[in-house]
Structure formats: C-alpha cells, structure tokens
C-alpha cells in the first residue's frame, strides 16, 4: 500500500485525477508500500526553494527532494521517497504554451516529479531520453495526451 499526500497551499481545485496518475506510476516502477508528498505552491515560493536548495535565482515548475539519494530509507517496511513541490502558475502557463490541457501538464509535471524521487534524472542526453520515454508511456497508458 502506497501513501500520497497531497498538499493543496496553492488552493488549486481541478487535480482529483493526480493520484490515480501517480498510483499508475508506482505500479509501473514496482513500487509498493512508499510514502511521499505532493505539494502546490506559488510563484514566489518555488523561486525561494530553487534559490535556497539549487541555487538558481528563479521560479520553476517542479523541484523534488528525494529522500533516498543516499541509500533508501525504509521505516517499518515503508519506504519514504520524499517530497515534490509544483508551481500551479507555471503549470498553467505552460500547459497553454505548449498548447495541451492543464490535466497534462499537471500529470507530467507529477509524474516527471516522482521519477525523479525513484532515481531517474536527465542530466545525460541517454539519461534523458529514458526518463522522458517512461513519462510518455505512463501518460499515454493513462490516456493523458498532448
């Protein structure tokens, strides 16, 4: 059993679909009994945390905090993943420039977020195309399109 929270600060109302999103990735990753944390936020919050954590002086539209970067972390048999901050005004604002739903930004913005908890990154240009080829496939299993 999987435990998401979702964290709502930004009040943001059309994102009842995000944990089936994530529950679909667990599956697909094998992922069982973890526990992690969505959270909404704003503008200036996310641009605080890129600041304070990355050190990049600007808003993004999703920074996770994997908790098991050094080994995982397991407490009574449930692994803790960590946590994922979305910038809701970034999400809107790219959903309508790339031209697709906020439903599919907010999704692949989610499940971008929690590869990232199960060790994925995009640093390499291999590395990037196995990451954004699983959110594809996740997505579209999901019938979450472009």
């Given at each position: 059993?999987?435990?998401?929270?979702?964290?709502?600060?930004?009040?943001?109302?059309?994102y009842?679909?995000?944990?089936?999103?994530?529950?679909?990735?667990?599956k697909h990753e094998?992922?069982?009994?973890?526990?992690?944390s969505?959270?909404?936020?704003?503008?200036?919050?996310?641009?605080?945390?890129?600041?304070?954590?990355?050190?990049?002086?600007?808003?993004?539209?999703?920074?996770?905090?994997?908790?098991?970067?050094?080994?995982?972390?397991?407490?009574?048999?449930?692994r803790?993943?960590?946590?994922?901050?979305?910038?809701?005004?970034?999400?809107?604002?790219?959903?309508?420039?790339?031209?697709?739903?906020?439903?599919?930004e907010?999704?692949?913005?989610?499940?971008?977020?929690?590869?990232?908890?199960?060790?994925?990154?995009?640093?390499?240009?291999?590395?990037?195309?196995?990451?954004?080829?699983?959110?594809?496939?996740i997505?579209?299993?999901?019938n979450?399109?472009?």
């Amino acid at each position: 059993m999987n435990k998401i929270t979702i964290d709502n600060e930004y009040g943001y109302k059309n994102y009842s679909y995000v944990k089936k999103v994530l529950n679909a990735t667990l599956k697909h990753e094998k992922v069982n009994n973890a526990i992690f944390s969505v959270i909404f936020v704003d503008r200036d919050t996310i641009h605080e945390i890129n600041k304070e954590y990355r050190g990049i002086d600007r808003e993004t539209d999703v920074i996770s905090f994997a908790f098991e970067d050094s080994g995982k972390l397991v407490y009574n048999n449930v692994r803790l993943l960590g946590e994922i901050y979305i910038c809701i005004p970034k999400m809107i604002d790219q959903a309508k420039e790339y031209g697709h739903s906020e439903k599919r930004e907010l999704s692949f913005l989610c499940v971008h977020g929690l590869l990232h908890l199960l060790g994925y990154d995009h640093m390499k240009k291999e590395d990037e195309e196995i990451m954004f080829g699983l959110q594809e496939l996740i997505l579209n299993e999901q019938n979450i399109k472009r």
